[in-house]
């Protein structure tokens, strides 16, 4: 699943190209590209089509597009693949393009999906710490970009916790959007192995890392995210860059930029974790 920075990259598109305009058609080729919406395909066509999309918004890695009707939002699963692209109208289909929603001023929003593990749901909107979001997004917590993190409350929990630090960092209801690449990213910029405990660490230590992680964050965004291959794009179809300023995810056996030890691969939580055998000690330096 993207991570923060590249679902805020798409979200941004979403907000320049789709957001006011007017829904007239939706066609539906895929079921499980709306099997979370147990209403079925028709449905969900139906209740879109009329209706004008109002924002794209986001918290953490989770996408939703709020229409002119308060009550319900188009919530969107990207999963492993789905791509969110805006087309003009009557140009030729990608690949496995499972949605197809013909907009007011002439142009088509597609969700192309090549794993199928994405999809499009209308959840209902509630009313979370005076924010409204959909229903499905309500347990997850708020993310380091967001103007109404609270950082303090966010390093007291990480504190109370003797999970492993990495493990916490990807938990969405402690702090959303960090995903394996960015968690490893900026734990090596923090100079902390991923394996020590959250009780173990300082007050500041913790800081310090939230930190580090809004830092890797930005520089991701600006550089329009992290792309390995070509599932993940923008609204226009294109890749990010992040992949080449990277320090240590996917650098096994290279230098460490900081001190020159080879960077190290271990197993965590059946996906692979990197980090610096000398700059990132799994116990504290004495």
Known sequence: MPELPEVEVVRRGLAMRVVGRLVE???????????RHLEGADDLAGRLTGR????????GKFL??????????????????????????????EKHTHIRVALGDGTELRFVDQR?????????????????????????ARDPLDPHFDRESVVAHVRRKHSEIKRILLDQRVVSGIGNIYADEALWRAGI???????????????????????????ALDAGGTSFDSLYVDVNGRSGYFERSLAVYGRENEPCGRCGAAIVRERFMNRSSYSC????????RR
């Open 64 to 93: 939703w597009l709020t229409l002119d009707d308060p009550e319900i939002a188009l919530v969107v699963h990207l999963g492993m693949s789905g791509q969110m692209l805006v087309r003009p109208g009557g140009t030729p289909l």
């Open 193 to 219: 192995h991923g394996g020590r405990s959250g009780a173990g660490l300082s007050a500041a230590a913790v800081g310090r890392l939230l930190s580090e992680v809004g830092a890797v964050m930005n520089e």
């Open 25 to 35: 058609s939706v066609a539906i080729t895929h079921p499980r590209a709306v099997r």
């Open 277 to 284: 055998p000398r700059c990132q000690p799994r116990s504290r």
């Open 116 to 140: 199928t593990f994405g999809g499009w749901v209308l959840a209902p909107m509630i009313e979370v710490d005076a924010t409204a979001v959909p229903e499905s997004v309500a347990h997850i």
């Open 52 to 59: 004008k999309f109002e924002s794209a918004a986001r918290r």
